[in-house]
């Protein structure tokens, strides 16, 4: 309670991957609906961010299994969601605009 949504986000980058991240650009608002028993038993808003990393150290935080780089190149090899997918490919697009650099 009391924090802005970008620092949940630098918050939950943190404990998720132990990486300092700087919150730059809204790459999209999803909604993650997951029902149960013929209603809805959660319902999570998604926000994610293209950040830049300022520090840290790429680890596993507690609620996640494992962490890797894994070159864009190399996306389709990675079992990903198609929504994790699609906007990891939209945070590239944003931050390789040439009005970016």
Known sequence: MGETLREAGVRE???????????MELVGAYDSIVEEGGGVRFHFVLLDFLCQMVGGELRPGSDVSATEW????DLEEVD????????????????????RK
């Open 13 to 23: 980058v943190l404990e998720e991957t132990g990486l300092d991240v700087r919150p």
């Open 70 to 73: 894994v070159p864009v190149a």
């Open 80 to 99: 990903l969601t198609p929504l994790a997918r699609t906007t990891i490919l939209e945070a590239v697009r944003l931050r390789d605009r040439p009005d």
